[in-house]
């Protein structure tokens, strides 16, 4: 690796862009620059044996596997370049405006050979988890070119791949760099857009300031039409143009360019939806084929995801008049109670409540749209079936992703005619395995199984939940091609509040409204004791009430270990560019670098595991506020020992401090760092400047080391120390951050940051006493005992009269 080329085009003096460093971190990291140049094209920057590997991509890439896009290769970067953006100046290489279009991590496509092994043989199979690129392509060398240097960037067909056609211009103007929910302040009729999805409720209610709207049992599209040229997709990409075709040519009819949401269904003769005739669809299918509108996106030029949700219905009925097949789906205000009792009675789903005002969120779903059904259904997989001497099969085995594993949730015998079984059939067929896919023991008392591989997706209605997981009396609805197999979950209906648990297949965890993408869970990052990074993320899940209070509106120092605790972290403070667009960050400016740093702020449970999946095994806030930057909530007493110290001493010297903090009437509250050693916080309300709480306990460490003598030290340099505890007073000052109360550390054993009770801390307790696996338990019991550090403040000036007195 080098990056002598990339020196030798720059003068440094005379353009921002950063110096020729090697970074040997290898975390996997990438980026699509816009850059404006002499000709616009795209760079794509791939971390590779710590240096960015660089191709220059004319067109930008492509998620249409059609396009091959020509990337011409280009001197290596250095990993620096990865938040690069701005302007070169005139006269220097690469003149012009560089912009992020988009940033994320890759990982190699194939597991028998590295990347530096794949790149070397011209043969780049990778995965994109980006914003906007993601999923797997291929980057081919050529032999075209004098230089040699041409290659091809290919989108392989996956979930994330479309046929529609895929310009990276049409997406330049949709950046933002926070927003909650997350919005597109520009579209293009041809932009791929994910619909807005509704969270499950229990209970139907009446609310003026809610919408109620039929729930048709169908397929969801979005249709794209422009100038005339219509495109119809599923939620996951696939086209339906061709399984549709009379419904394109109705919507080829209107004038207008503008993307719709809504729902297609076959209507039996009572004007009820089949969902098997229209799974069957063809030209001879029974029924009428409707397409219900309930949304509008776009509309000539303007993007209307900002607009309230009743004003974007308000134009649908005007753009659909006049066709056959397209029609407006209506609603009722207010009145939820009574309009879902007509739809139960006249043998529909339910229905589907939105707040009026609320925008549109693509990709995410969202409280402000809910789903009520009469009865259970749910998306399963086809795990095998069962022999029969009177039909095609006696029953479909059925199963979920629970976690990580394959449970199995009951049988199917009914709602299928001998046409569907023979089609379900032929589908399994190829999918034949010997062995059962469950890890439990499955009773099919006495029917003889086939087993196949879960990959083929079924609908099932079915009246409720067992005590032992299974599904009671399902009934066969039919097959979703249109879902992803990450969707087949037990908790897809489960109320959004009371969903907790990994997907697994596509490692995507629903909270806050986010999908927040999981990856590597198996990747062990405790070797000692075989905890990975799933139990970690598991932690977090299961403390985010207790730990959130002290990170909200906190600027986060992230110190991340990707590859476990083993391998050497770093600490990660200025993210711009490299964060989902969802999350909140702030700019505070820095004095020693001369430039803003781009901090995270962990707002919610979803920006936690966010971090959780980063590496973040230990999480550091400010102890001040976003609004209140200057003013810490609390100061801290860092008990911090060296090689020579037991923590016998460490307690010892915690008992001082307490007994000092008593005589100055004033409460502290003690916890373990996690590591070695001890913190001692005093609240302030932010009532004090960092100097005022760094003095103040700097004189209280004074009278500590007066009654500990040769134990304790505030010498800063620890050759000055000579073996002592030092009293780490200087932990006061903006910017600086310690591990939060309840936080994993980077230790042998998981231990965990924990909140102590001042009766605990006596001669015996231990650092490794608190961890990951117990600290969940210890929190039922005895709750939150950091929980005043947050609240009233001391008083400085009644403390130093009482410690006065003490001298006295």
Not at 412 to 427: A, D, N, P, R, V
Request: hydrophobic share 35%.
């Amino acid at each position: 690796m080098s990056l002598e080329d990339y020196i030798k085009k720059r003068d440094f003096s005379n353009t921002p862009e950063p110096d020729a460093e090697i970074d040997a971190s290898n975390q996997s990291r990438f980026v699509f620059q816009r850059h404006q140049a002499t000709r616009l094209h795209y760079d794509l920057r791939l971390e590779i044996d710590g240096v960015l590997k660089s191709w220059a991509v004319p067109k930008g890439p492509s998620m249409n596997p059609k396009d091959k896009r020509l990337a011409v290769q280009t001197e290596d970067h250095p990993i620096k370049y990865l938040t690069f953006h701005g302007t070169i100046p005139k006269g220097n290489y690469g003149a012009g405006q560089m912009n992020i279009w988009d940033t994320g991590t890759f990982q190699s496509a194939l597991e028998d050979k590295s990347l530096s092994e794949q790149y070397q043989e011209g043969n780049v199979k990778i995965k994109f988890s980006g914003e906007k690129v993601k999923g797997e392509f291929a980057l081919v060398k050529t032999h075209r070119g004098e230089a040699q240097n041409h290659w091809l960037l290919i989108k392989k067909k996956d979930r994330f791949s479309t046929d529609l056609n895929y310009d990276a211009e049409d997406y330049v103007e949709n950046e933002l760099k926070i927003s909650d929910p997350p919005k597109i302040k520009k579209l293009n009729p041809k932009s791929i857009i994910k619909p807005m999805l509704a969270t499950t409720s229990k209970e139907i209610f009446n609310d003026p300031n809610w919408i109620y709207e039929l729930k048709w049992d169908g397929y969801r599209l979005i249709a794209n039409i422009d100038n005339g040229k219509v495109s119809i997709h599923s939620r996951n990409g696939i086209s339906y143009n061709a399984k549709f075709p009379n419904l394109v040519k109705d919507l080829e009819q209107i004038p207008q360019d503008v993307i719709l949401d809504g729902e297609v269904v076959v209507l039996n003769k009572n004007g009820l939806p089949d969902f098997q005739a229209l799974q069957n669809y063809d030209e001879h299918t029974e029924g009428s084929l409707q397409y219900y509108v309930f949304d509008m996106l776009y509309l000539n030029g303007h993007s209307m995801l900002d607009l309230p949700l009743l004003q974007r219905k308000s134009l649908i009925p005007d753009v659909l008049e006049g066709l056959d097949l397209s029609m407006y789906c209506d609603h009722i205000e207010g009145m939820g109670t009574v309009f879902y009792q007509k739809a139960i009675d006249a043998g529909m789903e339910g229905v589907i409540a939105k707040q009026a005002d609320s925008t549109y969120s693509p990709g995410y779903r969202s409280e402000k749209w809910l789903k009520i059904k009469s009865q259970e259904s749910a998306e399963v997989l086809i795990c095998g079936y069962t022999d029969s001497k009177g039909s095609v099969f006696g029953s479909l085995i059925l199963g979920m992703f629970e976690n990580d594993e394959l449970k199995y949730v009951g049988n199917c015998g009914t709602g299928f005619s001998s046409k569907t079984q023979k089609e379900i059939l032929k589908k399994l067929k190829p999918l034949a395995i010997e062995k059962s896919p469950f890890d439990e023991k499955v009773s099919l008392k006495g029917r003889v199984p086939n087993w196949t591989k879960p990959e083929v997706i079924c609908e099932v209605s079915f009246s409720e939940w067992t005590k032992t997981g299974r599904m009671r009396h399902p009934v066969f609805k039919g097959l979703r091609e249109d879902k992803f197999l990450e969707d087949v979950t037990t908790n897809q209906n489960t109320p959004f509040k009371e969903t907790k648990g990994l997907y697994k297949p596509g490692n995507v965890l629903e909270v806050n409204g986010r999908e927040v993408n999981i990856t590597n869970v198996d990747k062990v990052y405790w070797p000692e004791s075989g905890l990975k990074k799933y139990d970690l993320i598991d932690y977090y899940l299961g403390i985010s009430e207790y730990i959130l209070p002290y990170l909200k509106d906190r600027p986060e120092n992230l110190h991340r270990h990707p590859n476990g605790i083993k391998q050497q972290g770093f600490y990660q403070k200025d993210n711009e560019g490299l964060l989902a667009h969802w999350i909140k960050t702030v700019k505070i400016y820095s004095e020693s670098s001369n430039r803003d740093i781009e901090y995270l702020v962990c707002q919610d449970e979803a920006t936690l595991l966010y971090m959780a999946n980063l590496g973040c095994i230990e999480i550091n806030p400010w102890h001040s506020k976003i609004d209140n930057l200057e003013n810490p909530d609390y100061a801290i007493i860092d008990l911090d020992p060296s090689a020579n110290n037991t923590f016998e001493e460490i307690i010892e010297v915690a008992q001082i401090t307490k007994a000092i903090l008593d005589e100055a009437k004033i409460e502290g509250y003690c916890k373990t760092s996690g590591s070695s050693g001890m913190h001692v916080y005093l609240p302030l309300n932010a009532e004090y400047s960092y100097e005022e709480a760094r003095n103040f306990t700097k004189l209280i460490c004074y009278f500590i080391q007066e009654k500990a003598g040769k134990l304790v030290s505030m010498e800063r340099a620890v050759k000055n120390r000579k073996g002592k505890i030092y009293l780490d007073y200087l932990q006061n000052r903006r910017g600086q951050t310690i591990a939060a109360p309840y936080c994993v550390r980077p230790r042998t054993g998981a231990p965990v940051s924990a909140a102590l009770e001042w009766k605990e801390v006596k001669s015996g307790l231990r650092i490794s006493d608190f961890n990951m696996k117990n600290m969940p338990d210890r929190l039922q019991e005895k709750g939150d005992l950091f929980e005043n550090v947050l609240k009233k403040g001391i008083d400085m000036e009644k403390a130093l009269a009482h410690l006065n007195m003490l001298e006295t």
